[in-house]
């Protein structure tokens, strides 16, 4: 998908890990962190990562993995619990200078889309609710997410927002 300041929709390579993990690093206090050999472990278990790239760098990821791929994680295996055929968004980050340019709606209209085409009927993720990120809460709400329930990570540091959106025939106009 093209914008006005050449943007390209494409998958993650290597070649893109030290950018990925520079945007990761920048927004750490509404994610969680990384270093590559985590990001290498993780593109392993996806079935969907992708890179926003504008005029030639990259400016914002989604990595998310499938049920039953094996990753461990505790908010990824609360889904798996209650849920037998998912999508799980384990991250996506805009950089700062790219906010605004529609990058995060452009990568979930494509993850939508890609889970439709595998009959995937549930795109799982969470978000932070302690400490808060309103901005996240409201992106997602736009494309129709819905709580299925809450738990505290990080032994009571971060609390999070467990979020499943169905799909059905057509996407969101988020």
């Not at 890990?17 to 270093?35: G, K, Y």
């Not at 609360?78 to 805009?94: E, I, K, S």
């Not at 529609?102 to 595998?118: K, M, N």
Request: charged share 20%; with cysteine.
């Amino acid at each position: 998908m093209a914008g006005e300041r050449g943007t390209q929709l494409r998958d993650a390579a290597p070649a893109d890990f030290p950018a990925i993990l520079a945007l990761n690093d920048a927004e750490v206090a509404h994610t969680s962190a990384m270093d590559m050999a985590r990001l290498r472990q993780l593109h392993g278990y996806a079935g969907w990562h992708r890179v926003a790239v504008v005029d030639g760098a990259v400016a914002a990821f989604l990595l998310a993995m499938r049920d039953g791929c094996g990753y461990v994680n505790p908010n990824f295996d609360w889904f798996a619990a209650r849920y037998p055929r998912f999508l799980y968004v384990d991250r996506v980050v805009v950089g700062a200078g790219f906010q605004g340019l529609g990058l995060g709606s452009q990568l979930y209209r494509e993850l939508f889309e890609q889970a439709r085409r595998q009959q995937v009927p549930v795109i799982a993720c969470e978000y932070n609710l302690q400490p808060p990120n309103a901005a996240s809460q409201a992106f997602h709400d736009r494309f129709g997410f819905r709580e299925v329930g809450s738990q505290w990570l990080d032994g009571g540091a971060k609390r999070v927002s467990l979020q499943v959106a169905e799909l059905t025939s057509s996407a969101p106009d988020a």
